[in-house]
């Protein structure tokens, strides 16, 4: 009986490898331990097919990936053996379809080192940049395929930027393929252990031949600096005390910036409960610091606005970002002031939302400036239209003061006009002031938060250093923001077309609007005033289409004739009033509208509105001859330089 039960496990034995053997086209070491105990082989080589020849992702890409993960395992088995898979000592994945790479191919993987610090970082922003989910994997030698595998590699060897990394390669490979890139780890983990403790698997033949007769792979594969976890641990360990050291100086320069900061910056958590107040915020709001911490935000939030605040703990909890949303809070005395809000969500180390960081921007003055500016332009624009009623009914009076009369009418509206044009400048220098010093003193902070974070292992340490970071984050998105809605660079650069683009794809994030961009294939650069007009001219049609319509979707039309550019902004709202439309197309009312028809008439375009209770069209036809409106764009820029 015992001969028919040792007949039979030889059997079992030689049957196994003879399937290992038609998977691979060679037999590996790896599969022919435990000769007694065939069952045990049996179940590795289920484990192996499940998650490693069978697993759905490419073979070329997995076995890249083993050869890569092998190498941070202390005995070579593991990657000598897939080496010689991935050149064509047997199949790469079990696979007889997939092509085998050459030598170099392999040196060059092997001499990739473990990604960290800024050069993870480039990796994580590619990979949370692209888009996502990936239709296909990535191909060899590729810089996609570096940065999954560099995302990977964190998660395979759980450092302390394994979270997050894990974070990324979701977003870029979608919940289903991931699972199996973690299936395919934990095989490649459980063979790196096997070969642990198995130290009697020895090369196979082929191997020692291939690394007899090619030194530079043999001291890739023998000589690797990242052969042993034990190093890269040790590396990070070696790396803390001074870590700490930079860490705890960062966040003391980011103290005194956040305590020195003119905006109010608060954080509070899901619940609404204060957590964190600075100087700005004691200094806008009146409440100290012990006043404010641990009471709830509607604090300072007056009593018709509390509906907001449920809105935006609703938002945050589901990880958006709420930008530049205009509202009004309350001071301790009862004052209510105009502010502008970013806030984000924080999140822990796994990525859960735990809170929100809050900056509030006092544009109380911004806000009367601005009043202040448009009834001085309403003052000049009644003026000159008075000028000009005088005029028409004064036709039959003496020609010279006629003659004066128009002068005069002419020169207030070269007076508006070089107004609108002072403003379109001072806005652009304020972007790019804001841009060019704040914007990059901002960055290196960020960038020098960057490197610190790598290393820190204390959970408070490195938890006060991301929190550090994101509020870095905020205020550099905070000031490029404002600096592209002041002036947006891609005007300049690309054109209207890329600028409207832009322009309306921050709009539908910042609202629920829906915006359909239609502009013509064939549409070419214009005079650098027609595209400052169409741009400003869709800017306020969207304001106002967002603020009064209460309409879905809005629809930009832009097309391009032989001498004219046509522009059509349509929306489905409410419509405008017939007693307030009759006021905007007698230029009675509507400082907005009055904007648009002083950059229409100056270019010397055309403007009609049309409105219902379907929706309101505006159309626009300028003329792009560049003789035009060149010799006008000159003589502005000289008198404002004068």
Same mark, same amino acid.
């Given at each position: 009986?015992?001969?028919?039960?040792?007949?039979?496990?030889?059997?079992?034995?030689?049957?196994?490898?003879?399937?290992?053997?038609?998977?691979?086209?060679?037999?590996?070491?790896?599969?022919?331990?435990?000769?007694?105990?065939?069952?045990?082989?049996?179940?590795?080589?289920?484990?192996?097919?499940?998650?490693?020849?069978?697993?759905?992702?490419?073979?070329?890409?997995?076995?890249?990936?083993?050869?890569?993960?092998?190498?941070?395992?202390?005995?070579?088995?593991?990657?000598?053996?897939?080496?010689?898979?991935?050149?064509?000592?047997?199949?790469?994945?079990?696979?007889?379809?997939?092509?085998?790479?050459?030598?170099?191919?392999?040196?060059?993987?092997?001499?990739?080192?473990?990604?960290?610090?800024?050069?993870?970082?480039?990796?994580?922003?590619?990979?949370?940049?692209?888009?996502?989910? *990936?239709?296909?994997?990535?191909?060899?030698?590729?810089?996609?395929? =570096?940065?999954?595998?560099?995302?990977?590699?964190?998660?395979?060897?759980?450092?302390?930027?394994?979270?997050?990394?894990?974070?990324?390669?979701?977003?870029?490979?979608?919940?289903?393929?991931?699972?199996?890139?973690?299936?395919?780890?934990?095989?490649?983990?459980?063979?790196?252990?096997?070969?642990? &403790?198995?130290?009697?698997? /020895?090369? !196979?033949?082929?191997?020692?031949?291939? *690394?007899?007769?090619?030194?530079?792979?043999?001291?890739?594969?023998?000589?690797?600096?990242?052969?042993?976890?034990?190093?890269?641990? /040790?590396?990070?360990?070696?790396?803390?005390?001074?870590?700490?050291?930079?860490?705890?100086?960062?966040?003391?320069?980011?103290?005194?910036?956040?305590?020195?900061?003119?905006?109010?910056?608060?954080?509070?958590?899901?619940?609404?409960?204060?957590?964190?107040?600075?100087?700005?915020?004691?200094?806008?709001?009146?409440?100290?610091?012990?006043?404010?911490?641990?009471?709830?935000?509607? *604090?300072?939030?007056?009593?018709?606005?509390?509906?907001?605040?449920?809105?935006?703990?609703?938002?945050?909890?589901?990880?958006?970002?709420? !930008?530049?949303?205009?509202?009004?809070?309350?001071?301790?005395?009862?004052?209510?002031?105009?502010?502008?809000?970013?806030?984000?969500?924080?999140?822990?180390?796994?990525?859960?939302?735990?809170?929100?960081?809050?900056?509030?921007? =006092?544009?109380?003055?911004?806000?009367?400036?601005?009043?202040?500016?448009?009834?001085?332009?309403?003052?000049?624009?009644?003026?000159?239209?008075?000028?000009?009623?005088?005029?028409?009914?004064?036709?039959?009076?003496?020609?010279?003061?006629?003659?004066?009369?128009?002068?005069?009418?002419?020169?207030?509206?070269?007076?508006?006009?070089?107004?609108?044009?002072?403003?379109?400048?001072?806005?652009?220098?304020?972007?790019? =002031?804001?841009?060019?010093?704040?914007?990059?003193?901002? %960055?290196?902070?960020?960038?020098?938060?960057?490197?610190?974070? /790598?290393?820190?292992?204390?959970?408070?340490?490195?938890?006060?250093?991301? !929190?550090?970071?994101?509020?870095?984050?905020?205020?550099?998105?905070?000031?490029?923001?404002?600096?592209?809605?002041?002036?947006?660079?891609?005007?300049?650069?690309?054109?209207?077309? =890329?600028?409207?683009?832009?322009?309306?794809?921050?709009? &539908?994030?910042?609202?629920?609007?829906? @915006?359909?961009?239609?502009?013509?294939?064939?549409?070419?650069?214009?005079?650098?005033?027609?595209?400052?007009?169409?741009?400003?001219?869709?800017?306020?049609?969207? %304001?106002?289409?967002?603020?009064?319509?209460?309409?879905?979707?809005?629809?930009?039309?832009?097309?391009?004739?032989?001498?004219?550019?046509?522009?059509? &902004?349509?929306?489905?709202?409410?419509?405008?009033?017939?007693?307030?439309?009759?006021?905007?197309?007698?230029?009675?009312?509507?400082?907005?509208?009055?904007?648009?028809?002083?950059?229409?008439?100056?270019?010397?375009?055309?403007?009609? @509105?049309?409105?219902?209770?379907?929706?309101?069209? @505006?159309?626009?036809?300028?003329?792009?001859?560049?003789?035009?409106?060149?010799?006008?764009?000159?003589?502005?820029?000289?008198?404002?330089? &004068?």
């Amino acid at each position: 009986m015992a001969f028919n039960n040792d007949q039979s496990t030889g059997t079992a034995a030689r049957e196994l490898q003879l399937r290992v053997n038609e998977r691979f086209g060679v037999l590996p070491n790896f599969f022919q331990l435990s000769p007694e105990t065939p069952e045990i082989t049996e179940k590795l080589w289920g484990f192996a097919r499940a998650a490693y020849l069978d697993n759905p992702l490419p073979s070329v890409f997995k076995e890249r990936l083993f050869v890569r993960l092998s190498r941070f395992c202390a005995v070579r088995y593991c990657i000598a053996r897939h080496t010689g898979f991935l050149i064509g000592l047997g199949r790469p994945a079990g696979d007889e379809a997939a092509r085998a790479e050459t030598i170099e191919d392999v040196v060059k993987l092997l001499r990739r080192p473990l990604s960290r610090g800024p050069e993870l970082e480039s990796y994580l922003s590619l990979c949370s940049e692209c888009p996502a989910p *990936l239709g296909e994997m990535p191909t060899a030698d590729t810089q996609i395929e =570096d940065g999954l595998f560099s995302l990977a590699s964190h998660v395979f060897l759980q450092t302390a930027d394994a979270p997050k990394c894990l974070n990324v390669l979701e977003r870029l490979l979608g919940t289903v393929r991931l699972q199996y890139l973690l299936l395919f780890l934990a095989f490649v983990r459980a063979a790196h252990y096997w070969t642990r &403790v198995h130290p009697e698997i /020895q090369f !196979e033949d082929d191997i020692n031949q291939l *690394l007899a007769t090619n030194e530079a792979l043999a001291s890739c594969i023998l000589d690797d600096p990242e052969s042993s976890t034990d190093k890269v641990t /040790q590396s990070i360990l070696d790396e803390i005390p001074a870590l700490r050291l930079k860490a705890d100086k960062a966040v003391g320069l980011l103290a005194s910036i956040v305590d020195s900061s003119d905006d109010a910056i608060v954080s509070k958590t899901l619940d609404g409960i204060i957590t964190s107040w600075n100087h700005s915020a004691e200094r806008m709001f009146g409440y100290l610091e012990s006043e404010a911490i641990g009471q709830h935000i509607n *604090l300072i939030i007056p009593d018709d606005r509390r509906g907001e605040e449920a809105t935006i703990l609703a938002d945050l909890r589901k990880g958006k970002r709420i !930008e530049h949303f205009e509202t009004i809070r309350v001071r301790k005395d009862g004052t209510r002031l105009d502010i502008s809000l970013t806030i984000s969500p924080l999140r822990d180390h796994a990525g859960n939302v735990i809170g929100a960081s809050k900056v509030a921007r =006092d544009i109380t003055d911004r806000k009367r400036a601005e009043k202040a500016l448009r009834d001085t332009e309403n003052e000049l624009r009644t003026l000159a239209e008075s000028l000009e009623s005088q005029v028409q009914l004064r036709t039959q009076e003496l020609e010279t003061r006629n003659t004066q009369i128009t002068q005069q009418a002419e020169q207030l509206r070269e007076l508006s006009n070089r107004l609108q044009y002072t403003q379109d400048e001072e806005r652009r220098r304020i972007a790019r =002031d804001l841009h060019d010093s704040a914007g990059q003193v901002v %960055t290196a902070l960020g960038m020098h938060l960057s490197s610190i974070t /790598q290393g820190a292992a204390e959970p408070e340490v490195r938890k006060t250093v991301e !929190e550090s970071r994101e509020m870095v984050r905020q205020l550099a998105t905070e000031i490029r923001t404002v600096s592209y809605l002041l002036h947006p660079p891609l005007l300049d650069e690309n054109g209207l077309p =890329d600028a409207l683009r832009w322009y309306t794809e921050g709009l &539908v994030q910042r609202s629920d609007l829906k @915006i359909v961009l239609d502009i013509s294939t064939d549409f070419k650069r214009l005079p650098d005033a027609v595209e400052m007009a169409l741009f400003r001219i869709v800017q306020e049609c969207l %304001t106002n289409i967002h603020r009064h319509s209460r309409a879905k979707t809005a629809t930009i039309r832009l097309a391009r004739g032989v001498s004219t550019a046509v522009l059509e &902004v349509r929306d489905d709202g409410v419509g405008i009033a017939k007693d307030t439309l009759a006021a905007i197309l007698t230029q009675r009312s509507g400082v907005g509208m009055a904007g648009m028809r002083e950059r229409v008439r100056h270019l010397r375009g055309d403007l009609d @509105i049309q409105s219902d209770s379907t929706g309101t069209t @505006i159309s626009i036809s300028l003329p792009v001859v560049t003789g035009s409106v060149g010799d006008k764009e000159i003589a502005y820029k000289a008198n404002a330089a &004068v």
